[in-house]
Every structure is written in structure tokens, then in C-alpha cells.
């Protein structure tokens, strides 16, 4: 497996704009989680999914931000409209159970830059 | 909520020596894991350590867990410059099923 792979690497946009970032976790994991990344607050969970069903979004900052997961092979977090303060990395993690018995795998993240 | 600290937050060694990270967490846990990123890359696991377990090793990897201390820590022996990069502890409550929850992590210096 090509492991968790991640859409696109970097973005930079517009304040206002609308970004759609995106990831294929790995085929069979049933858990599917976003993080975000910055240097003032380290890794924070966003939100995670098991078997495509949203199970604890509170880690979303805003109403701005949004998640999906239409299928087992693809999910999307979606900002709308972004900001500056958005900027970070983003993370995917896929894995076998909650992460917590077994390791998570992370894609190489996605370097959001809102200016 | 972040439950693992590690520290310190920064740490530089030569090549050879050993290297020492610290992380503490505040509430009971399933297990503990540790994890290594590479400057600009994702995560990736290191080892895992039971709630019930002492000390495990991997390689030239060890991990002690106290859970009375509410703590762990993790040793790199006979570190090399390829050792360079940020390690992350990350716990599971015992309370529920819930997802991993990740201190800020230390960054290890290794120079050649």
C-alpha cells in the first residue's frame, strides 16, 4: 500500500477563499482522523471518523471548517472562507481501531498558507 | 485538550550519546506511544507501551512507562545525525474509545 497520501502538499490562497484539502487513507483502516499542526499548538485533533461517520468533530475550530467522508477511500476538510490564522499543516492518520491499541498512519501533510 | 508534555522542548547531542526525552500526561491511559517526525514529513510510530508494561525496547529504542508518576520516557542509544528530528508521546484515555492525543513534542539535535 502506497499509505496515506495526501492532497496537495502545499497551498497557499487568498484570504477569503475557499480550500478544500484532501486524503486517501489506507485501504482496510476504519478510522480516519485530521490534524492540524502550528508551532504555537502543536497537533490538534480535529476530527475523526470511523467506518466514514463523523464521531467527534469538537476539535473544529469554526463553522468554517468542515469534513467529509462520502466514502472509505476518500475524505475532504474543507475551509470556507479561510483566514490567515488558518495557516498550518494539515494531517490525515488512518488506522486499524482507534489508534489507541494499534499505530496510526500519517500522510506527509498538507502546508496551508492563507495570506 | 493536549494530555502528554514532553520535555525537554529542545535538545542537542553529539553523535554517540545517548539521548533522554521526557513526557507526563494528566489522566489515566490505555497505552502510551511514541512517535518521530522528520523535518517537513508526516508522523511516524515508533513503539508502544502498555498501560501494565514497564519498559520495552525496539532497537536501540527504550521506553519506561511509571504509570504512578503519570509519566514516560524514551532513549535513543549511540544516536547518529539520522536520529535529527521531532518526537512526539501520545496517549489513549482509559475513558472511552478515544483517538490519540499528541504533546508538542521535542526536537533532537544529533551532530556529527
Known amino acids: 500500500d502506497a499509505g496515506v497520501i495526501q492532497s496537495p502538499r502545499h497551498e497557499v490562497t487568498e484570504m477569503g477563499q475557499e480550500v478544500t484539502l484532501r486524503c486517501k487513507p489506507i485501504?482496510?483502516?476504519?478510522?480516519l482522523f485530521w490534524y492540524r499542526q502550528t508551532m504555537m499548538r502543536g497537533l490538534e485533533l480535529l476530527i475523526y471518523f470511523n467506518n466514514n461517520v463523523p464521531i467527534d468533530d469538537s476539535g473544529m475550530p469554526e463553522d468554517r471548517f468542515s469534513a467529509k467522508m462520502p466514502n472509505a477511500s476518500f475524505s475532504t476538510l474543507k475551509i470556507q472562507p479561510s483566514e490567515p490564522r488558518d495557516s498550518a499543516v494539515y494531517f490525515c492518520a488512518s488506522s486499524l481501531g482507534t489508534g489507541g491499541v494499534v499505530e496510526a498512519f500519517f500522510g506527509q501533510g498538507t502546508r496551508l498558507t492563507v495570506v | 485538550s493536549q494530555q502528554g508534555e514532553e520535555d525537554p522542548q529542545a535538545l542537542s547531542i553529539q553523535e554517540g550519546e545517548n539521548a533522554t526525552m521526557n513526557c507526563s500526561y494528566k489522566?489515566?491511559?490505555?497505552?502510551l506511544q511514541w512517535y518521530r517526525q522528520n523535518s517537513g514529513r508526516g508522523l511516524v510510530h515508533l513503539i508502544l507501551i502498555r498501560s501494565n508494561e514497564r519498559e520495552k525496547h525496539s532497537g536501540r529504542l527504550r521506553v519506561t512507562l511509571d504509570t504512578s508518576k503519570k509519566s514516560s520516557s524514551l532513549l535513543i542509544t549511540a544516536s547518529r545525525a539520522a536520529d535529527t528530528a521531532s518526537y512526539f508521546c501520545?496517549?489513549?484515555?482509559?475513558?472511552?474509545?478515544?483517538?490519540?492525543?499528541f504533546g508538542k513534542g521535542t526536537r533532537l539535535s544529533v551532530i556529527a
Open positions: 501520545a496517549t489513549v484515555s482509559v475513558v472511552g474509545n478515544t483517538p490519540l492525543v
Open positions: 485501504s482496510g483502516h476504519d478510522y
Open positions: 489522566t489515566s491511559i490505555n497505552n
